[in-house]
C-alpha cells in the first residue's frame, strides 16, 4: 500500500514538475549556447566594459532561472500536501484504509524523491551554463593550487576535495528532507487557522524558519563559527576545520529539526486533522 500512495503522488507531481526542469535544462542550452559558450573562452577580455553589463545581466538571469525552479518544486510539494489531505480532497483521502502516520511517510518520500531530483538538475543546469571547455580547463590546471589554498589535500590527514564533496553531497541531501518536513510541518499546523489555513502555513513557515535560523546564529556563536566566518583573513583561521564544522553543524541542525517537525505532523496527521 505504501508503494501505491508514493506511485500517486509522484504522479500527481510529475506532470508541473517535469515541465518546469525540461524548461530550466532548454533554459541552461540556450544560455550556454548563445552567451557563455562565446564569451567564457579563452582570449575573453573580462575587464572589457563590453562584457561587464552583459555577463552581469547572465548572472542575473541564471540565479532568476535557479531560484525560480527551486521555488516552484517547492511550492508543488507544499500545495501537493494540503490539496491531498486538508483541503476538500482530503475527505477522500482520509476515508483510505491507511494510518494519517502512513500517508504522512508516503508524501515525505514522494516530496523528497522530486527534491532530490530538483537539487541535482538545479546543479546540472548550472554546470552546463558554465562548464565551457575553457572553464573546465582552469580547473583543471589550477586545482592544486586551490587545494593549497584552502587547505585541502589530494591524499593525508587533511580534508580531501574528495571528502568534502561528499559532505556537500550530504548536507544537501539532508537538506531536501528538513525543506520538505518543513512545508508539511507548516501545512499542518496552518490548519488551526480556522478559514484561513493557508495564510496559516505560511505563517507557520516563517515563525518556524525563524526560530530555526536564530537557533542556528547562536550555536554558531557558542561553537566559534560565527566569529570565523566574520573575520575569514585572521591569522588563526582555518579553511578546512572552518568549512568541516559548519557543513557538519548544519546536518546536526537539520536532522533535529527534521525529528522534531516530523513528530509534530505526524501527531497532527494521527490525532489533529481538521479539514472544516
Not at 81 to 93: A, C, P, R, V
Request: proline share 2%; glycine share 6%; aromatic share 12%.
Amino acid at each position: 500500500m505504501l508503494g501505491k500512495l508514493i506511485k500517486y503522488d509522484l504522479k500527481a507531481m510529475n506532470r508541473f514538475l517535469i515541465m518546469i526542469h525540461v524548461f530550466l535544462l532548454f533554459a541552461s542550452v540556450l544560455i550556454r549556447v548563445f552567451f557563455t559558450g562565446r564569451v567564457l573562452t579563452e582570449g575573453t577580455d573580462f575587464n572589457n566594459e563590453n562584457f561587464v553589463l552583459p555577463f552581469f545581466l547572465f548572472v542575473v538571469l541564471l540565479i532568476v532561472l535557479i531560484s525560480a525552479a527551486a521555488f516552484a518544486t517547492q511550492l508543488v510539494i507544499a500545495i501537493r500536501f494540503y490539496k491531498n489531505i486538508f483541503s476538500d480532497e482530503g475527505y477522500l483521502t482520509n476515508t483510505l484504509p491507511v494510518t494519517g502516520g502512513k500517508l504522512l511517510l508516503s508524501k515525505t518520500i514522494a516530496g523528497c524523491i522530486w527534491g532530490a531530483v530538483d537539487m541535482l538538475l538545479l546543479h546540472i543546469s548550472l554546470w552546463i551554463v558554465i562548464g565551457t571547455p575553457y572553464v573546465t580547463g582552469l580547473i583543471t590546471e589550477n586545482m592544486a593550487s586551490v587545494w593549497s589554498e584552502l587547505s585541502l589535500t589530494d591524499k593525508g590527514p587533511a580534508l580531501t576535495f574528495q571528502a568534502l564533496l561528499l559532505l556537500y553531497i550530504g548536507t544537501c541531501l539532508i537538506g531536501v528532507i528538513a525543506n520538505v518536513v518543513l512545508f508539511y510541518a507548516s501545512v499542518a499546523i496552518g490548519q488551526f487557522v480556522p478559514g484561513h489555513k493557508v495564510l496559516g502555513a505560511i505563517a507557520a513557515y516563517f515563525v518556524i524558519n525563524t526560530a530555526v535560523s536564530v537557533i542556528m546564529l547562536i550555536v554558531m556563536a557558542v561553537s566559534g563559527l560565527l566569529g570565523a566566518s566574520i573575520h575569514p583573513l585572521s591569522a588563526s583561521f582555518d579553511f578546512t576545520i572552518y568549512i568541516r564544522n559548519s557543513l557538519n553543524l548544519a546536518i546536526i541542525c537539520s536532522i533535529l529539526q527534521t525529528l522534531i517537525l516530523y513528530s509534530v505532523t505526524y501527531w497532527i496527521m494521527e490525532k489533529k486533522i481538521n479539514l472544516e
